[in-house]
């Protein structure tokens, strides 16, 4: 995968050009999103004043996320990232979801369209919290280093919660050591059972050998290699077990349907929480083999009292040192229609 990791100039957006050019210049922000195994399933087609928005089912991590929660979470990371970037170039705009539902197919190419955002020459200028939102899109990486045991202040959950809640969506704060440590131990189980299945392996050392994963391609292939052929269920259960009760918060995204367009609304939202996060200095780090094995949500669930709806998205937050690698994207052109 090529190295596109340099991040796009402010001063270079063209608004002197027509509304088409700066929707292309908006799609280098939204490319930056965060992505389930950096698989960057999505798709933009730019029309005279609007993108449309695909997800890329020919890039579904089939094995670890059988019905595409991941992949629909990860487009909405991306929708995010746009809107912010929209905004913070004084565009005006609307979003509007594609009704579908998951039996519709995708075409030959496997995109199926699921968004479409219209946009506008406007006159505002963002507040200061979007602009900090859209300056982080460049700084904001997942991180992966345990986590220093330093709690995170109140007001700035409660500012999670309330965009979790305006997306329509529930957040779970895990603070209670007791409870963090149930789910670490959901996780260790979760990690076994996913690295014991070939499959899972077969398919994250495929992810890990494409260079997705950030690292060079010598060791991007040893590392293929190791995953395909080995069973580090234990190992990297105990790490990850250690990575969750290192974190002050477990935050876990819930949704009263767990339907596209709540994949979609949870990606937005938790995009909005990973910015936030990194405008205040904390770090953020999905985790998600607790959500692909259904026995395991279910523990979850019931850990956490969920009256009714589902986890969507699971991740650990707190501070750390800063994550120094980083993850290459696709170029702008691979993915435009
Ligand atoms: C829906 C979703 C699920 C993810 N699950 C995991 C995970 O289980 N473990 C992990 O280390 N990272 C996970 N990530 C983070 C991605 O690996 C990461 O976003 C991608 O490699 C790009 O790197 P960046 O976030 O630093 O830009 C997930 C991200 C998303 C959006």
Redesign the pocket.
């Known amino acids: 995968m090529a190295d596109t990791t340099t991040s796009p100039d402010p001063a270079e957006f063209p608004s002197a050009k027509p509304i088409a050019a700066q929707a292309r210049f908006l799609l280098d922000y939204a490319i930056?999103?965060?992505?389930?195994?950096?698989s960057q399933p999505w798709a933009f087609e730019v029309t005279e004043n609007a993108i449309r928005v695909y997800a890329d089912l020919s890039r579904q991590l089939t094995v670890a996320d059988p019905d595409g929660?991941?992949l629909f979470?990860?487009v909405g990371?991306a929708i995010e990232n746009l809107l912010i970037a929209a905004e913070r170039f004084g565009l005006e705009y609307t979003l509007e979801y594609v009704a579908t539902d998951d039996t519709q197919p995708a075409g030959d190419d496997g995109l199926r369209h699921v968004a479409t955002v219209g946009l506008d020459s406007g006159s505002s200028s963002p507040s200061e919290t979007d602009s900090a939102l859209f300056e982080a899109i460049t700084d904001?990486?997942?991180n992966?280093r345990p986590f220093e045991s330093t709690t995170v202040p109140e007001p700035l959950l409660a500012r999670l919660e309330r965009y979790a809640n305006a997306a329509g969506l529930g957040l779970e704060l895990v603070t209670d050591p007791a409870k963090r440590a149930e789910i670490a131990a959901l996780q260790t189980s979760a990690d076994e059972r996913q690295f014991a299945d070939p499959e899972y392996r077969a398919e994250l050392g495929y992810w890990i050998g494409s260079g997705?994963?950030?690292t060079k391609w010598l060791t991007a292939r040893l590392s293929q290699l190791a995953v395909r052929h080995l069973d580090m269920g234990e190992r990297e259960g105990r790490k990850n077990s250690t990575l969750v009760t290192s974190a002050p918060v477990i935050g876990v995204l819930t949704a009263a349907s767990d339907d596209e367009a709540a994949r979609l609304r949870a990606?937005q939202a938790?995009e909005r929480i990973a910015l936030t996060a990194a405008s205040e200095g904390l770090a953020v780090?999905?985790?998600?083999?607790i959500l692909e094995v259904g026995e395991f949500r279910d523990d979850l669930a019931a850990l956490l009292a969920l009256e009714e709806g589902s986890p969507l998205?699971l991740f650990r937050l707190g501070y750390a040192e800063p994550?120094t690698t980083?993850?290459p994207r696709r170029p702008l052109e691979e993915v435009l229609r």
Not at 32 to 38: E, Y
């Open positions: 930056l999103a965060p992505s389930s195994h950096n929660r991941e979470l990860s990371c904001r990486h997942t992966h997705a994963l950030g990606g938790f780090h999905p985790m998600s083999q998205h994550e980083r993850t």
